[in-house]
């Protein structure tokens, strides 16, 4: 699960053990929901990278949840979205990291060695449960864990790589890639 906590409108943050909400999915089980989370405005993503139909043992899921337009956070077992990538296979591990700012979404899989990003196509829209990009290096084979951890601001997208082995370098040494959206517009 995933706790919501929200500063008190008097007098800012204050010792308390009662979340203003619990987010969940029914899918549940060994799913690992909460492994990663960030949040941005009206928006909690949250990584499960355990998730997975039997068949495809953990190839991981990302749900996206947005507050009530009624305002403030509410229990819920149902995301308003369930990101998946398209070409996801089994133990890829996507969700392992996740992280939004503003209209985009960017979702890691270690095991895979990519970013996924997730971007709304505009005001009011709601979010893609398919990627609108997928983020690789073509110096970071899979065994680099490219996408074991993500960040996301403005047009930038970095992730780390802790396994990179640079040419001529220490075996795992790790790397940071940044990725920047195409002047043009859109991942």
């Not at 906590?5 to 909400?21: D, K, L, R, V, Y």
């Not at 979404?105 to 009011?124: C, D, E, L, M």
């Amino acid at each position: 699960a995933v706790y919501v906590f929200t500063e008190p409108a008097a007098g800012g943050w204050a010792s308390t053990s009662t979340p203003t909400a619990e987010l969940t999915h029914t899918g549940g089980g060994a799913e690992r929901l909460g492994e990663s989370v960030a949040v941005s405005g009206f928006t909690i993503v949250a990584g499960a990278p355990n998730a997975s139909p039997p068949e495809h043992g953990f190839r991981g899921t990302a749900y996206e949840f947005t507050e009530p337009a009624s305002g403030g956070w509410a229990s819920t077992s149902s995301p308003s979205t369930v990101l998946s990538p398209t070409d996801g296979a089994t133990a890829d591990r996507f969700g392992t990291s996740v992280a939004v700012s503003g209209s985009t979404i960017a979702v890691g899989t270690f095991s895979h060695g990519a970013v996924y990003v997730f971007a709304k196509p505009g005001a009011g829209a709601a979010w893609p449960s398919s990627q609108t990009a997928e983020l690789s290096a073509s110096d970071s084979p899979p065994s680099d864990g490219l996408g074991y951890s993500v960040a996301v601001s403005g047009t930038k997208i970095v992730a780390g790589a802790p396994g990179h082995t640079p040419a001529g370098g220490k075996s795992a040494q790790g790397a940071v890639y940044e990725f920047t959206e195409p002047s043009s517009g859109g991942w």
